[in-house]
C-alpha cells in the first residue's frame, strides 16, 4: 500500500469547534415558520379493543388547531420488514404507550392539556409479556391475528422474516446448520448446558427523538428527522401518504446520539399525519418517558447454549437457541434474530454447529436495534459459557480460547472463510496489559478481587449499497455529498479524511454536504458498521472518477497521457515532473464553470460483496462483508457482604483493520465500554406486566464517570489486521462491537473472585448477595 498522509492520521473532527461552542444545531433545535406542537394520547393498556375515541372537547380548546386519531391515519400501514403498523390504530393497542390520538397546538402546554380531553373507550384483553410462553403452538394470546398477511418488504441480504406457521408469535426464525451437533455430543468428553438472559437496557441518547413535518403548496412533504435511514423512511412516508418520492423530502440534522434508536419512521409518520391535517408545520418531540416506550430499546435476550467438548478443551459441538423479545411490532427484530447467528458463528472453530434463533412478539412495548444488533447477548452468553467450560476442564480460560479460536481461511459456523482475523492479537494485548498470569490479590475486609477475559466479533452487513457525489470547486476544494448520518461517531471527519487522502489535500479543503433527500444520493443506512467501508468506497469511488474528469482536461494542457497525472494541493502536475504543472483554477472560467461540460461532479456507487445462502441451513461463502474483532480483560472487587462489585481496571482491545482516525477509533472504544459496563452491573429498562417502572434517568440507572475506571486503570488498544479485499486502505468497521466483550469479561472476573456465576445481566448487587448465600448454603 502506498504510504498515507492524511489517512491514520487523529485529525480533529471536523465537527468539534461547533459543538464545543455550541454552535450545533440538532433537531430538537430546529424551528420552521408557523410551526405547531405535537403530543400524543397514549394507551394505558398493553392489549386492548379501542370502542369509541371522543375528541370533541380538545378539538375546541384554544390553541388547537388538529386533533387525528386512527380514523385520520391512511389506510397504509408501515414497517421496516412487514408493514404492519398503522400511524394511529383504529381497532387494537398492541402495548402500554402504543399512540391512540395526537394534538397539534400553538404550544406545547395547549397541546398537553388538549389531550386530558380526549376520551377513549376500550374494552382490556388477555396480554401476553413472556416471550418462550408467546412462541409456543398455541400461545395464550396471539399478538397479531395473523402476521402473515402484512405485506413483507424485506432488507438486503436475504429475507430474515420467515415465521413459523405453528407459532403464531415467531415474526421472524433464523437456522445456522453445520455437521452433525447430536453426533458430536455424543463424541464430547463433557457436554455442558445453560441458560442465559439479558434485560431492556436504553440507548441513552442525550437527545430525544423528534421531527418536523410540512406539507407545501403543492402537496409534498418535507421532513427533518434525525434518521440513520432516511431513503427507507422516505419510502414509508412515500407508501402511507400515496406521495411519489420526488415529492418526499427527508433532512437529516446531526443527532445527539443514537446507537440504533434513530431508524424508525414513527415520530415522522405521527408528525406528518397531525402536519396533513393542521395544513401547517407540526413538531414533535419525545420526552424521556415515551423515548423509553415507544422510542425503542434493546431487546432482551434469552439464550439456551449447549456445548460438547474433548478433554483437552477442542469444541466439538454447540447448539444454541436464541430468543429475541421483539415486543408488540416486528420492526426490525427479524434482522436482529438473523445478526446474531454470525455473533454465535465467526469466533470460535466448531465442526457440528447448529443455532436456531426466533424473534417473538408479545404486548410488550416494541424493541428497536441497538449497538451490537443482538451480538451482544448471545456473546454475552458464549464468552460466559467458555469461561465454565474452562473451569469444568481445569484450563486456562485463555488456553481454552486460544485453542478454538478460527485461523485466517478456516470456514465460520456459517461457512464463510475467515479473512482479517485479529482477535489473537486483540487478547494477547490485553491480557498483557492485565497482567493475566499474576493472580489477583485477595483484597482486604469483606472485598474480594477476580480477573477475567472475553473476546468477541461484530459482522459488518453486506449486500448494501452506497452513492457519493465529489464535486470539485473553481479553487480546488473538494465538495462531498454523501447520506451517511453523523451521529457522533465522527463519519463526516472519517470521509474528509478520505477525500483528502485521495486529492492530495488537508481535511480542511474538503466541504460536507450531506444526509437531505433533495441534494444527497442514495444510502442504505447508517447501520451494521458498515460506513467506513460502503460509504468510504463508494467515496473513494467518486473521488478517482472526479480526477479522472480533471485529468481529462489537464493533460491536452500539459501534453501528457491521463495516467501520467497526479494532484496536490488543488495543483495538478506531471508525475516525476512536478514543475510542469497547472492550478485547478486555470481549468474554470472566471464565472466558475468548467472550460467544458459545466461542474465536475464524479459519482461512485459501491455495493458491498455478498454470496447468496442456503435459507434451511444459513451456509453461504460470504453472507456478510466482513468482520472487526476484540477482546477485553477487566479486574473487579467483590464485596461478600453487600453484593456490590466494582471494576477496578480494564483493557479493551479491537481490531478495525486500519483506522482511518486511531484517536476517534479509541473515543469509540471507551463509549462502548461505558455502555457495556452500564449494561453488565446496573442498566435495565425495567417493564412489569407490560408497564414501565424506570420512566426517567433517576430509576434508570446508568453509570456515571466517576463508576468507571479511568486513567491508569483503564487501557484502549488498537490492533490493525488489515481488511486488503475491501476494505478502504484496509479499513474495516467495528464500532458496533466495542461493547460486546466486556459483559462477560466482567461476569467471569466476578466469578473469578468470589466463586458465583450469574447468567442475568445487568449484574446487580442483589443478584450476586442470593447467589453468594445460595452457595454458601451448599445450594
Given at each position: 500500500?502506498?504510504?498515507?498522509?492524511?489517512?491514520?492520521?487523529?485529525?480533529?473532527?471536523?465537527?468539534?469547534?461547533?459543538?464545543?461552542?455550541?454552535?450545533?444545531?440538532?433537531?430538537?433545535?430546529?424551528?420552521?415558520?408557523?410551526?405547531?406542537?405535537?403530543?400524543?394520547?397514549?394507551?394505558?393498556?398493553?392489549?386492548?379493543?379501542?370502542?369509541?375515541?371522543?375528541?370533541?372537547?380538545?378539538?375546541?380548546?384554544?390553541?388547537?388547531?388538529?386533533?387525528?386519531?386512527?380514523?385520520?391515519?391512511?389506510?397504509?400501514?408501515?414497517?421496516?420488514?412487514?408493514?404492519?403498523?398503522?400511524?394511529?390504530?383504529?381497532?387494537?393497542?398492541?402495548?402500554?404507550?402504543?399512540?391512540?390520538?395526537?394534538?397539534?397546538?400553538?404550544?406545547?402546554?395547549?397541546?398537553?392539556?388538549?389531550?386530558?380531553?380526549?376520551?377513549?373507550?376500550?374494552?382490556?384483553?388477555?396480554?401476553?409479556?413472556?416471550?418462550?410462553?408467546?412462541?409456543?403452538?398455541?400461545?395464550?394470546?396471539?399478538?397479531?391475528?395473523?402476521?402473515?398477511?402484512?405485506?413483507?418488504?424485506?432488507?438486503?441480504?436475504?429475507?430474515?422474516l420467515r415465521g413459523i406457521p405453528q407459532s403464531p408469535n415467531i415474526y421472524g426464525y433464523r437456522p445456522i446448520i453445520r455437521g452433525d451437533v447430536e453426533r458430536g455430543f455424543r463424541e464430547a468428553d463433557l457436554v455442558l448446558e445453560n441458560r442465559f438472559s439479558t434485560a431492556r437496557i436504553h440507548h441513552g441518547a442525550m437527545e430525544p427523538l423528534s421531527a418536523i413535518a410540512s406539507f407545501g403548496p403543492d402537496?409534498?412533504?418535507?421532513?427533518?428527522?434525525?434518521?440513520?435511514?432516511?431513503?427507507?423512511?422516505?419510502?414509508?412516508?412515500?407508501?402511507?401518504?400515496?406521495?411519489?418520492?420526488?415529492?418526499?423530502?427527508?433532512?437529516?440534522?446531526?443527532?445527539?446520539?443514537?446507537?440504533?434508536?434513530?431508524?424508525?419512521?414513527?415520530?415522522?409518520?405521527?408528525?406528518?399525519?397531525?402536519?396533513?391535517?393542521?395544513?401547517?408545520?407540526?413538531?414533535?418531540?419525545?420526552?424521556?418517558?415515551?423515548?423509553?416506550?415507544?422510542?425503542?430499546?434493546?431487546?432482551?435476550?434469552?439464550?439456551?447454549?449447549?456445548?460438547?467438548?474433548?478433554?483437552?478443551?477442542?469444541?466439538?459441538?454447540?447448539?444454541?437457541?436464541?430468543?429475541?423479545?421483539?415486543?408488540?411490532?416486528?420492526?426490525?427484530?427479524?434482522?436482529?434474530?438473523?445478526?446474531?447467528?454470525?455473533?454465535?458463528?465467526?469466533?470460535?472453530?466448531?465442526?457440528?454447529?447448529?443455532?436456531?434463533?426466533?424473534?417473538?412478539?408479545?404486548?410488550?412495548?416494541?424493541?428497536?436495534?441497538?449497538?451490537?444488533?443482538?451480538?451482544?447477548?448471545?456473546?454475552?452468553?458464549?464468552?460466559?459459557?467458555?469461561?465454565?467450560?474452562?473451569?469444568?476442564?481445569?484450563?486456562?480460560?485463555?488456553?481454552?480460547?486460544?485453542?478454538?479460536?478460527?485461523?485466517?481461511?478456516?470456514?465460520?459456523?456459517?461457512?464463510?472463510?475467515?479473512?482479517?482475523?485479529?482477535?489473537?492479537?486483540?487478547?494477547?494485548?490485553?491480557?498483557?496489559?492485565?497482567?493475566?498470569?499474576?493472580e489477583a490479590p485477595r483484597g482486604e475486609g469483606p472485598w474480594r478481587r477476580g480477573k477475567g477475559v472475553a473476546i468477541a466479533n461484530r459482522m459488518i452487513v453486506g449486500g448494501t449499497s452506497s452513492v457519493v457525489l465529489v464535486k470539485v470547486h473553481e479553487d480546488g476544494a473538494i465538495e462531498v455529498r454523501h447520506s451517511a448520518h453523523e451521529q457522533g461517531q465522527g463519519c463526516n471527519t472519517v470521509l474528509s479524511?478520505?477525500?483528502?487522502?485521495?486529492?492530495?489535500?488537508?481535511?480542511?479543503?474538503?466541504?460536507?454536504?450531506?444526509?437531505?433527500?433533495?441534494?444527497?444520493?442514495?444510502?442504505?443506512?447508517?447501520?451494521?458498521?458498515?460506513?467506513?467501508?460502503?460509504?468510504?468506497?463508494a467515496l473513494r469511488l467518486a473521488c478517482q472518477d472526479a480526477k479522472r474528469q480533471l485529468f481529462g482536461l489537464a493533460a491536452s494542457k500539459l501534453g501528457v497521457p491521463v495516467d501520467g497525472l497526479g494532484i496536490n494541493d488543488g495543483v495538478v502536475y506531471v508525475k516525476g515532473v512536478p514543475e510542469r504543472a497547472i492550478r485547478v483554477s486555470e481549468l474554470f472560467t472566471p464565472l466558475g464553470y468548467l472550460v467544458?461540460?459545466?461542474?465536475?461532479?464524479?459519482?461512485?456507487?459501491?455495493?458491498?460483496?455478498?454470496?447468496?445462502?442456503?435459507?434451511?441451513?444459513?451456509?453461504?461463502?460470504?453472507?456478510?462483508?466482513?468482520?472487526?474483532?476484540?477482546?477485553?480483560?477487566?479486574?473487579?472487587?467483590?464485596?461478600?457482604?453487600?453484593?456490590?462489585?466494582?471494576?477496578?481496571?480494564?483493557?479493551?482491545?479491537?481490531?478495525?483493520?486500519?483506522?482511518?482516525?486511531?484517536?476517534?477509533?479509541?473515543?469509540?472504544?471507551?463509549?462502548?465500554?461505558?455502555?457495556?459496563?452500564?449494561?453488565?452491573?446496573?442498566?435495565?429498562?425495567?417493564?412489569?406486566?407490560?408497564?414501565?417502572?424506570?420512566?426517567?434517568?433517576?430509576?434508570?440507572?446508568?453509570?456515571?464517570?466517576?463508576?468507571?475506571?479511568?486513567?491508569?486503570?483503564?487501557?484502549?488498544?488498537?490492533?490493525?489486521?488489515?481488511?486488503?479485499?475491501?476494505?478502504?486502505?484496509?479499513?474495516?468497521?467495528?464500532?458496533?462491537?466495542?461493547?460486546?466483550?466486556?459483559?462477560?469479561?466482567?461476569?467471569?472476573?466476578?466469578?473469578?473472585?468470589?466463586?458465583?456465576?450469574?447468567?442475568?445481566?445487568?449484574?446487580?448487587?442483589?443478584?450476586?448477595?442470593?447467589?453468594?448465600?445460595?452457595?454458601?448454603?451448599?445450594?
Open positions: 500500500m502506498a504510504e498515507l498522509s492524511v489517512v491514520g492520521q487523529s485529525v480533529p473532527r471536523v465537527d468539534a469547534l461547533d459543538k464545543v461552542t455550541g454552535r450545533t444545531r440538532y433537531g430538537v433545535d430546529l424551528k420552521v415558520p408557523g410551526m405547531l406542537y405535537g403530543k400524543l394520547l397514549r394507551s394505558p393498556y398493553p392489549n386492548a379493543r379501542i370502542i369509541h375515541i371522543d375528541t370533541s372537547e380538545a378539538e375546541r380548546y384554544p390553541g388547537v388547531k388538529a386533533v387525528v386519531t386512527g380514523k385520520d391515519s391512511p389506510v397504509e400501514k408501515y414497517g421496516f420488514l412487514a408493514r404492519e403498523r398503522s400511524i394511529f390504530p383504529t381497532d387494537v393497542v398492541r402495548f402500554v404507550g402504543e399512540g391512540v390520538a395526537g394534538v397539534a397546538a400553538e404550544s406545547v402546554e395547549a397541546a398537553e392539556e388538549a389531550l386530558r380531553l380526549i376520551k377513549v373507550d376500550y374494552e382490556e384483553l388477555a396480554a401476553v409479556f413472556d416471550p418462550e410462553e408467546a412462541m409456543k403452538p398455541n400461545p395464550p394470546v396471539a399478538v397479531h391475528a395473523d402476521f402473515s398477511k402484512y405485506v413483507r418488504q424485506p432488507l438486503p441480504p436475504p429475507d430474515s402537496g409534498s412533504l418535507t421532513v427533518w428527522t434525525a434518521s440513520t435511514m432516511l431513503f427507507r423512511v422516505r419510502a414509508m412516508l412515500c407508501t402511507l401518504f400515496g406521495l411519489p418520492p420526488s415529492k418526499v423530502r427527508i433532512v437529516t440534522p446531526l443527532s445527539g446520539g443514537s446507537f440504533g434508536a434513530r431508524g424508525e419512521a414513527t415520530q415522522a409518520a405521527e408528525a406528518a399525519l397531525m402536519a396533513q391535517k393542521a395544513r401547517r408545520p407540526v413538531k414533535l418531540v419525545l420526552t424521556r418517558e415515551e423515548f423509553l416506550i415507544d422510542g425503542g430499546t434493546r431487546e432482551p435476550l434469552v439464550v439456551y447454549i449447549k456445548d460438547g467438548v474433548k478433554k483437552d478443551g477442542t469444541l466439538v459441538a454447540r447448539h444454541v437457541k436464541a430468543i429475541v423479545h421483539g415486543g408488540a411490532y416486528c420492526g426490525l427484530m427479524a434482522a436482529v434474530a438473523r445478526s446474531l447467528t454470525f455473533g454465535a458463528s465467526a469466533t470460535y472453530r466448531v465442526p457440528n454447529f447448529k443455532v436456531d434463533s426466533y424473534a417473538v412478539a408479545t404486548n410488550e412495548p416494541p424493541a428497536v436495534p441497538f449497538r451490537g444488533f443482538g451480538s451482544t447477548q448471545v456473546q454475552w452468553a458464549i464468552e460466559s459459557q467458555m469461561d465454565m467450560l474452562a473451569e469444568k476442564l481445569e484450563m486456562d480460560p485463555t488456553e481454552i480460547r486460544r485453542k478454538n479460536i478460527l485461523m485466517e481461511g478456516e470456514e465460520d459456523g456459517c461457512g464463510m472463510p475467515v479473512h482479517s482475523i485479529g482477535v489473537k492479537d486483540c487478547l494477547d494485548k490485553v491480557t498483557g496489559w492485565i497482567d493475566w498470569s499474576k479524511q478520505i477525500a483528502a487522502e485521495e486529492f492530495e489535500t488537508s481535511v480542511h479543503r474538503v466541504k460536507l454536504v450531506h444526509t437531505d433527500t433533495a441534494q444527497t444520493d442514495y444510502e442504505f443506512g447508517t447501520i451494521g458498521s458498515r460506513i467506513t467501508m460502503n460509504t468510504g468506497n467544458k461540460d459545466g461542474e465536475l461532479v464524479g459519482r461512485g456507487v459501491y455495493t458491498a460483496p455478498v454470496a447468496s445462502e442456503n435459507l434451511d441451513t444459513g451456509q453461504a461463502k460470504r453472507p456478510v462483508m466482513g468482520y472487526g474483532y476484540g477482546a477485553t480483560a477487566a479486574e473487579v472487587s467483590v464485596n461478600i457482604e453487600t453484593g456490590e462489585v466494582k471494576v477496578l481496571r480494564i483493557a479493551d482491545s479491537f481490531d478495525m483493520g486500519q483506522p482511518i482516525n486511531p484517536k476517534m477509533c479509541e473515543g469509540q472504544i471507551e463509549s462502548g465500554r461505558a455502555m457495556a459496563l452500564g449494561s453488565a452491573l446496573s442498566e435495565e429498562v425495567a417493564v412489569r406486566k407490560g408497564r414501565l417502572e424506570t420512566p426517567n434517568f433517576m430509576d434508570y440507572k446508568m453509570p456515571t464517570a466517576s463508576d468507571l475506571p479511568a486513567n491508569q486503570d483503564a487501557a484502549s488498544s488498537l490492533v490493525t489486521s488489515e481488511h486488503h479485499d475491501d476494505g478502504p486502505y484496509g479499513a474495516k468497521g467495528f464500532s458496533e462491537g466495542v461493547m460486546v466483550p466486556q459483559a462477560p469479561a466482567v461476569a467471569n472476573a466476578i466469578f473469578n473472585a468470589v466463586g458465583v456465576r450469574i447468567k442475568d445481566i445487568p449484574i446487580t448487587k442483589e443478584k450476586v448477595l442470593e447467589a453468594l448465600k445460595k452457595r454458601n448454603a451448599g445450594g
